[in-house]
């Protein structure tokens, strides 16, 4: 059931660097914008960066100039670079589609940035 698979989160020092990772399916990767996502316990879910099938990207003015979104055509496989990592930045992130049609969230991978 589960199609989209995220990875590489884990514990980081504020300044640090994660790159996360979005395992698709070959069919929704193609034809499919995607973006990532995250949620703190207690807020709502926002998008924090996007990208087309095309390769367009935009980002939430929170990570704009520290995050980088990308894709691996071969791979069937979206990525979030994140550097300078703030304490903010602490919370679930998830990918998904993007803008309308969504599929069932995942378990998100847990970013984490502490001293």
């Known amino acids: 059931q589960v199609q989209l698979v995220e990875s590489g989160g884990g514990l980081v020092q504020p300044g640090g660097s994660l790159r996360l990772s979005c395992a698709t399916s070959g069919r929704i990767f193609s034809i499919n914008a995607l973006g990532w996502y995250r949620q703190t316990p207690g807020k709502e879910r926002e998008l924090v960066a996007s990208?087309?099938?095309?390769?367009?990207?935009n980002y939430a003015d929170s990570v704009r100039g520290r995050f980088t979104i990308s894709r691996d055509n071969a791979k069937n496989t979206v990525y979030l670079q994140m550097n300078s990592l703030k304490p903010e930045d602490t919370a679930v992130y998830y990918c998904?589609?993007?803008?309308?049609?969504?599929?069932?969230w995942g378990q998100g991978t847990q970013v984490t940035v502490s001293s």
């Open positions: 990208i087309t099938s095309g390769g367009r990207t």
């Open positions: 998904n589609l993007y803008p309308y049609y969504r599929l069932d």
